[in-house]
T-cell receptor
Framework: GENVEQHPSTLSVQEGDSAVIKCTYS??????FPWYKQELGKRPQLIID?????GEKKDQRIAVTLNKTAKHFSLHITETQPEDSAVYFC??????????????FGKGTKLSVIP | ETGVTQTPRHLVMGMTNKKSLKCEQH?????MYWYKQSAKKPLELMFV???????ENNSVPSRFSPECPNSSHLFLHLHTLQPEDSALYLC???????????FGSGTRLTVV
């Protein structure tokens, strides 16, 4: 099955600095890679995603890059703000035997932005 | 309101109790999921329903029993749980299974 590794598990940055979270996946058939943000006591929310036919995608201060050859993808947050503090999860989607797809999540990265 | 509603928000149950978790989505999605989120563990997929049919059961113990009467509703029936089953249970839905998930707020379950 799919295995998704996420690093680092915790990350502290000064407000205004950039933050980078990296994930690797094991199944070369994976074709969809979303990132979720989960604030304390709240539900995970999709913040950005990328499909396997694209190498990079940007949405304001957030960007995701995908290297299919190396099977890794990364989340980049620029000009971090205190409200960016949360746990971030990467995920990879693969096709299951029954014809549907399922997401396998990384273990999460706790990002703390220090004012 | 994100479109995926879970009830109850909190549940405390004894090991001999029977209870059910409910999830309802108002997004017109056709796939629904149960995930378990424990401290220091990744989100663990439990069950997948695609067009009301269960397509995945990730080796979940039989004390967890899912039910999907239609594309908008999903239940998780619980009986004779163990303390290690205490966790946040999250429901999610998606349009097809290749797309972003919308999560519910979860049910915080404590087994005593």
């Amino acid at each position: 099955g799919e295995n998704v590794e996420q690093h680092p598990s915790t990350l502290s940055v000064q407000e205004g600095d950039s933050a980078v979270i990296k994930c690797t996946y094991s199944d070369s058939a994976s074709n969809y890679f979303p990132w979720y943000k989960q604030e304390l006591g709240k539900r995970p929310q999709l913040i950005i995603d990328i499909r396997s036919n694209v190498g990079e995608k940007k949405d304001q201060r957030i960007a995701v890059t995908l290297n299919k050859t190396a099977k890794h993808f990364s989340l980049h947050i620029t000009e971090t703000q205190p409200e960016d503090s949360a746990v971030y999860f990467c995920a990879a989607s693969i096709k299951s035997g029954a014809g549907s797809y399922q997401l396998t999540f990384g273990k999460g990265t706790k990002l703390s932005v220090i004012p | 309101e994100t479109g995926v509603t879970q009830t109850p928000r909190h549940l405390v149950m004894g090991m001999t109790n029977k209870k059910s978790l409910k999830c309802e989505q108002h997004l017109g999605h056709n796939a629904m999921y149960w995930y378990k989120q424990s401290a220091k563990k990744p989100l663990e997929l439990m069950f997948v329903y695609n067009f009301k049919e269960q397509t995945e059961n990730n080796s979940v113990p039989s004390r967890f029993s899912p039910e999907c009467p239609n594309s908008s509703h999903l239940f998780l029936h619980l009986h004779t749980l163990q303390p290690e089953d205490s966790a946040l249970y999250l429901c999610a839905s998606s349009q097809g299974t290749l797309g972003g998930y919308t999560f519910g707020s979860g049910t915080r379950l404590t087994v005593v």
